[in-house]
């Protein structure tokens, strides 16, 4: 079955920092990935997708690539700020009428 | 993109006694989804709801204990029965409009946070 692997917090970086979280997935086919957030307290947001190989999902200076030789979906951002501290999930759906399944989540604590 | 409201958006409930959550959405889907995020964990699909047919359930839930109903193609309601403290979590409803209209997006509603004293 799918499944997502996601590097585990909590991370903490200072503000402009670059940020790096991993994630990385076994599916069959080809499945559109995502980043999810969520602010503290707040439900999940949609950060970012891509639904084929080499796409770039980019939002609020968020990028990931979708890179399906490492199948991988790395998301990064060039200098963060503490704003962005939330939980960041990978996620991915397959084809059709499918579940989302979602990585374990990453804690990101953006320090001024 | 899909607008999806739930309600209630909190509750603090007795063990023993029953909620029932419910997920409307602005445009007609033909298949939504049940999660369950517990504190500092993940999501967890617990069920497929598909308009006119029974819930499919995921491994580890069962259809006593979350009920769902979907009695037409833009609402749903998740029910977490006889709760416990275990089932102190955020409940999230979600939709996909899938292949059909070849959008590839879960869209998600706020969820429910529950807490079972």
């Known amino acids: 079955g799918n499944s997502v692997t996601q590097m585990e917090g909590p991370v903490t970086l200072s503000e402009e920092a670059f940020l790096t979280i991993n994630c990385t997935y076994t599916?069959?086919?080809?499945?559109?990935l995502f980043w999810y957030v969520q602010y503290p307290g707040e439900g999940l947001q949609l950060l970012l997708k891509?639904?084929?190989?080499?796409d770039k999902g980019s939002n609020k200076g968020f990028e990931a690539t979708y890179r399906k030789e490492t199948t991988s979906f790395h998301l990064e951002k060039g200098s963060v700020q503490v704003s962005d501290s939330a939980v960041y999930f990978c996620a991915l759906m397959g084809g059709g009428y499918q579940k989302v399944t979602f990585g374990i989540g990453t804690k990101l604590q953006v320090i001024p | 993109s899909a607008v999806i409201s739930q309600k209630p958006s909190r509750d603090i409930c007795q063990r023993g006694t029953s909620l029932t959550i419910q997920c409307q959405v602005d445009s007609q889907v033909t298949m939504m989804f049940w999660y369950r995020q517990q504190p500092g964990q993940s999501l967890t699909l617990i069920a497929t709801a598909n308009q006119g047919s029974e819930a499919t359930y995921e491994s580890g839930f069962v259809i006593d204990k979350f009920p769902i109903s979907r009695p037409n193609l833009t609402f749903s309601t998740l029910t977490v029965s006889n709760m416990s403290p275990e089932d102190s979590s955020i409940y999230l409803c979600?939709?996909?409009?899938?292949?059909?209209?070849?959008?590839?997006?879960?869209?998600f509603g706020q969820g429910t946070r529950l807490t079972v004293v």
């Open positions: 599916a069959t086919g080809y499945p559109s």
């Open positions: 891509a639904t084929k190989a080499d």
């Open positions: 979600s939709v996909d409009f899938g292949r059909a209209n070849m959008n590839t997006e879960a869209f």
